[in-house]
C-alpha cells in the first residue's frame, strides 16, 4: 500500500483514499495521467502481487481429516479399536476401523462434491481491464493491473480495483453488489469528506460495474488491499463451529464419561473380587465398546447426505454436510432484502403530477427524453422504455448531456412543428430550474406553497422506498441552438416514480418461514425508509430499527441486549453485519443468513447456516455452506422442512443407542460384580452391541412425525440424559427379572442363563425400535420406513439363529427348554408396554425448541 496521504486516515484496516485530491494521488502513487511504462507494471506486479481475490474454498484434504478424527466420538473408536487389536479381538478391530472409515469417507466425498459444483458456479470480477501503457491504450488480464494504473471505463465495465475517477462523463455505477442498493450511482472527480465508502462520489471499488457514461479511474488499491479483496481474504479463516459440531462433542465428552465411570467400576470390582485380571480387562473392553454408539458418526453422515440429494431435488446445494442439520435447527434468519424480498432490478411503478395523481402526460415526456437522449441509457431509462409509452411522432433536435453540477438532461424535440424543450433529473436540480406546475393542462405558479406541497410528496415517497425523477417542459422557438440559458423558467409535469419492487411470493414465503417458528430480520446496506417499507409489504414488524451509526456507537453486550427484539437494520457495513449475526449466537440462537454480495460474506461466514444464491457473487458463493439455484424463500422453506427431518432422525439414534447401550452395559456391569460367572462373554457382548447397530442402519430413511418439523428444534444434552437414564433404568429392571427367573426359578447353568438373556436384550433393544422412534402412541405414529422395518427384524432374525442355531456352540450358546424360551417372550411383552409407558416421560425432555436458553 503506498503512503498515506494527509486526510486520508479512515477506519481501521482501510485507506480512505477518497479523500485526497487526485494529483496527491498520482504523486503519492508515482504515477502520471498518461499511465506507466511496460517496466514500472512489472516492478509493481512484483511489489504488490496479482491483482486476484481468492477466497476459501475448502482446505486440503489431511486438515479436514484430521478435524474430523479430532471429534470425541471418532477418538473414542480408535482408542476402543486399539484397545481391541492389541488384546487379540481382532473382529472388533476390523468392524470398529470399518464403521470410522465408512463415514469419514462419506462425509469428506460429499463435502468435496458440493466444492465442486459450487466452484462450477464460480464466477469471475472481471477478466480483462483497458490500462494506459507507455502511453497507449492496452487491454490486460485483471491481475495484471497494478497501484497507479489508468484505467479506461465504460459502459458494462466491471471495476477491476479500489480508485478515484479521474474523469467522468455521466459517469454512473452499480454498487448493489457492496452496498445492496439496486439504483445506480452517480460519480464525480471531486474529493470527498465521507468517511464511509458508500457514500464516496468519487470512489470506485472492485467488482462494481459501470452502468451508464464513459471515465477513466486511478488504481490506488489491489488484491487483498481493496475492500472486495479483504473481505475474500477474511473468509480465509476458521468458521465457528456449527450447531451440529457443538453438539456432538458434547454428546461425545459425556459418553467418554459415562464409559470410564462403568469400566473402571467393573475393572476395579472385578480385581478385588480377585476375578481373573485378562478375562476382566477384556470384559470391561467390551462394555467400553457396547457404551459407545459406533455407528453415530456413519448414520449421521448417511442421513446428512440423504438429505443434501433430496435437497438437490428442490434445487439447493449443500457444501457442507452439517449445515443441514442446522437449517433444521435453525431460528433466526437474516436476509439481506435486495434480491431475497426484493426483485434486484429498478422498475417504473408509476407516472404522476404534482398533486400525487397518476399522469400518462408525465410518462410520454419522459419516454421521449430517454429515447431521443444520444448517451448511453442507464437503468432508469430502460424502465421508463419498458413501460411503453407512444413516442414515434417525436423527432429529436438537440441535446444538453447530463452533468454532475446540473444533475439533469434536457432534449429538444418536435411534434407536429412545434419544438419542446423536455429536461428530467433528480426532483430538486429541476425544481431549482421551474417558475410553474402543470396541472390538468393548466399551468399554475410555483409558489412557495407549491414548493411545501411538492416537498411533503417527495417526503411521502421515499418513506415508501421509492425514487423520483422529475419531469417539466418548455416551448422553444423552432431554429436556434439548445444552451444551458434554456434550462430555465420550466414547466413541471410531474414526477416518474421508481422502486425496486418486492417479490410477489415474497410475502407467502415470510409467512411460511414464520408457521415453521422462523424469526425474519432484514440486514441491509440500503437507506431505513426503504427497509421499513420492504418489511411493512412483506410482514414484517417495523417498530424497531438501528441504523450503521447507532450499532457503531453499541458495545458487543450492548448489541446483544439490542438484537433480539430488533428485526429491521439499515445502513450497516460488511463487518457490523458479522456483529450482529455474532450477537444473535451469543444470545444462543441458531442463525442462518442469506445474501448475495460482497458486503453480505463476513455474516454468511460468521452464522451457523451460510445461505447465497446461484447468480451471487464468487465471495459470497464460497462462504456459504448451501447456495439455492432459485433466489426464493420458498426453496428455503422446502429445505427448512428437509434439516428438521434430518434431525429427527439422528436424535432417534441417540436416544435409541445411548439408552439401550447404557441399560444393557448398566446390568452386565451390576450383574458382573454378584454373579459367579460373567452375565455374557466379552465376544457375546460385542455380538450383540453389532446385531443391535446393524438393526438401526435403516433410520436414517425412516419417516418423521409432524411434530418433528413444525418448529426448530436443537439438542437438548439434559434432556437426553435424562431419556437414557429413564429408559436404561427401564431395561435394567427388567433385565434384573430376567436374572432373578433364570437363576431363582430355572436354576439356569452359565450357558443357559447367556444364552436366554443375549436373548432377551438384544429382543428387547431391537423391538423397542418401534416404539421410541415415534413420541406418538404406536398407532398414531408415522409408519416406520420398509428398510428401517427389513433392518431390524433381519438383525433380529440373525440374533435368534446365531443364539439357537447349528452354530450357537461356537460363540458360547446352548439351546433353550419352551418353558425358558415362553418366559423370555412374556418378559419381552412387559418391557415392550412399560417402555411406551416410559418413553413419554423420557422424551418430555430430550428435544427442546431452539432459541436462546
Not at 496479482?50 to 475448502?58: D, K
Not at 502511453?135 to 459502459?155: C, F, H, K, N, Y
Not at 404406536?778 to 420406513?785: C, E, Q, T, V
Not at 418353558?819 to 428435544?847: D, Q
Amino acid at each position: 500500500m503506498p503512503a498515506v496521504p494527509a486526510g486520508a486516515e479512515g477506519p481501521a484496516h482501510h485507506y480512505a483514499f477518497w479523500r485526497v485530491p487526485s494529483a496527491t494521488l498520482l504523486s503519492a502513487l508515482d504515477a502520471r495521467r498518461t499511465g506507466l511504462t511496460q517496466s514500472e507494471a512489472a516492478a509493481r506486479i512484483e511489489r504488490f502481487g496479482p491483482n486476484l481475490f481468492e477466497a476459501a474454498q475448502g482446505g486440503p484434504l489431511f486438515s479436514k481429516l484430521v478435524a474430523r478424527l479430532s471429534n470425541p466420538l471418532v477418538a473414542i473408536l480408535i482408542v476402543a479399536a486399539a484397545v481391541s487389536g492389541m488384546s487379540g479381538d481382532y473382529g472388533s478391530l476390523v468392524i470398529i476401523l470399518a464403521v470410522i472409515s465408512l463415514s469419514l469417507t462419506l462425509d469428506i466425498v460429499q463435502e468435496h462434491r458440493a466444492e465442486q459444483a459450487a466452484s462450477a458456479l464460480r464466477q469471475s470480477v472481471a477478466i480483462h481491464a483497458d490500462v494506459l501503457r507507455d502511453g497507449q491504450a492496452r487491454t490486460v488480464p485483471i491481475s495484471a493491473v497494478v497501484p497507479g494504473d489508468i484505467v479506461e471505463l465504460r459502459i458494462g465495465d466491471l471495476i477491476p480495483a479500489d480508485g478515484v475517477v479521474l474523469d467522468g462523463y455521466a459517469l454512473q455505477v452499480d454498487e448493489s453488489l457492496m452496498t445492496g442498493e439496486p439504483f445506480p450511482v452517480n460519480k464525480n472527480t471531486e474529493p470527498s469528506i465521507a468517511t464511509v465508502p458508500a457514500e464516496a462520489r468519487n470512489a470506485l471499488f472492485a467488482g462494481t460495474s459501470v452502468v451508464a457514461g464513459h471515465g477513466t479511474m486511478l488504481v490506488v488499491e489491489t488484491a487483498v488491499r481493496t475492500r472486495f479483496g479483504a473481505i475474500a481474504a477474511a473468509l480465509a479463516t476458521n468458521a465457528p463451529p456449527s450447531a451440529l459440531e457443538r453438539e456432538v462433542r458434547r454428546l461425545g465428552l459425556l459418553i467418554v464419561r459415562l464409559t470410564l465411570f462403568l469400566t473402571l467400576f467393573v475393572l476395579l470390582a472385578h480385581l478385588a473380587a480377585s476375578r481373573p485380571p485378562l478375562q476382566s480387562f477384556l470384559f470391561a473392553v467390551a462394555l467400553a465398546v457396547g457404551l459407545t454408539p459406533e455407528l453415530l458418526p456413519m448414520v449421521m453422515t448417511v442421513t446428512l447426505a440423504r438429505g443434501a440429494q433430496r435437497m438437490a431435488v428442490r434445487q439447493v446445494i449443500v457444501k457442507r454436510l452439517s449445515a443441514i442439520h442446522d437449517v433444521g435447527a435453525m431460528d433466526v434468519l437474516c436476509v439481506d432484502k435486495t434480491g431475497t424480498l426484493t426483485e434486484a432490478r429498478i422498475m417504473l411503478t408509476g407516472s404522476i403530477d404534482g398533486e400525487d395523481r397518476p399522469s400518462d402526460r408525465v410518462l410520454e415526456y419522459a419516454s421521449v427524453n430517454s429515447r431521443l437522449q444520444s448517451g448511453m441509457r442507464g437503468p432508469i431509462d430502460e424502465a421508463i422504455l419498458l413501460a411503453g409509452a407512444d413516442t414515434g411522432q417525436w423527432m429529436r433536435k438537440d441535446e444538453i448531456a447530463f452533468d454532475f453540477s446540473r444533475r439533469c438532461l434536457s432534449v429538444s424535440a418536435t411534434l407536429s412543428g412545434e419544438a419542446v424543450l423536455i429536461t428530467k433529473g433528480a426532483p430538486e436540480a429541476v425544481l431549482a430550474r421551474a417558475v410553474a406546475v402543470e396541472i390538468d393542462g393548466l399551468a399554475h405558479p410555483l409558489n412557495d406553497a407549491w414548493r411545501s406541497r411538492l416537498e411533503t410528496l417527495q417526503e411521502k415517497y421515499g418513506g415508501a422506498g421509492s425514487r423520483l425523477l422529475a419531469v417539466a417542459i418548455k416551448a422553444l422557438a423552432p431554429d436556434g441552438p439548445l444552451t444551458r440559458a434554456d434550462e430555465s423558467n420550466l414547466t413541471l409535469l410531474g414526477f416518474c416514480v421508481f422502486a425496486d419492487p418486492v417479490k410477489s411470493d415474497a410475502s407467502k414465503a415470510v409467512s411460511e418461514l414464520a408457521a415453521l417458528g422462523i424469526g425474519l430480520k432484514i440486514i441491509s446496506g440500503d437507506q431505513a425508509s426503504v427497509v421499513r417499507h420492504v418489511a411493512g409489504a412483506v410482514g414484517i414488524s417495523t417498530d424497531r430499527l438501528l441504523t450503521g451509526t447507532e450499532i457503531a456507537a453499541l458495545t458487543a453486550r450492548a448489541l446483544a441486549a439490542q438484537v433480539g427484539h430488533t428485526n429491521l437494520f439499515a445502513r450497516v457495513d460488511p463487518e457490523q453485519k458479522k456483529r450482529i449475526i455474532e450477537a444473535l449466537r451469543h444470545r444462543g440462537h441458531v442463525v442462518g443468513f442469506l445474501g448475495d454480495g460482497v458486503n453480505d460474506a463476513p455474516a454468511i461466514h460468521a452464522a451457523h447456516v451460510g445461505l447465497s444464491v446461484a447468480g451471487a457473487t464468487e465471495v459470497a458463493r464460497a462462504a456459504a455452506d448451501m447456495i439455492l439455484l432459485a433466489p426464493s424463500l420458498n426453496v428455503l422453506a422446502a429445505g427448512v422442512r428437509e434439516g428438521r427431518r434430518t434431525l429427527a432422525n439422528i436424535l432417534k439414534y441417540v436416544r435409541m443407542g445411548t439408552s439401550s447401550n447404557f441399560g444393557n452395559m448398566l446390568s452386565m456391569a451390576l450383574a458382573s460384580v454378584v454373579l459367579p460367572f460373567l452375565p455374557l462373554l466379552p465376544l457375546q457382548i460385542l455380538l450383540n452391541n453389532l446385531l443391535y447397530d446393524l438393526s438401526e442402519v435403516g433410520i436414517p430413511f425412516d419417516d418423521v412425525d409432524r411434530e418433528d418439523v413444525v418448529s426448530p428444534q436443537t439438542w437438548n444434552m439434559t434432556g437426553i440424559l435424562r431419556f437414557t437414564i429413564i429408559m436404561g433404568a427401564v431395561s435394567s429392571l427388567f433385565d434384573a427379572v430376567t436374572f432373578l427367573v433364570l437363576l431363582r426359578g430355572f436354576h439356569a447353568s452359565e450357558t443357559v442363563f447367556q444364552t436366554g438373556w443375549f436373548l432377551e436384550s438384544i429382543t428387547t433393544q431391537i423391538l423397542v425400535i418401534f416404539l421410541i422412534r415415534s413420541s406418538r402412541m404406536p398407532w398414531k405414529a408415522s409408519r416406520p420406513h420398509a428398510v428401517l422395518t427389513a433392518t431390524s427384524l433381519g438383525a433380529l432374525a440373525a440374533a435368534i439363529f446365531i443364539a439357537l442355531g447349528p452354530f450357537r456352540a461356537w460363540l458360547g450358546f446352548t439351546e433353550l427348554s419352551w418353558p425358558v424360551a415362553t418366559t423370555i417372550v412374556g418378559v419381552t411383552i412387559g418391557y415392550l408396554i412399560a417402555a411406551e409407558a416410559a418413553k413419554h416421560l423420557a422424551m418430555a425432555a430430550s428435544r427442546r425448541p431452539a432459541g436462546p436458553a
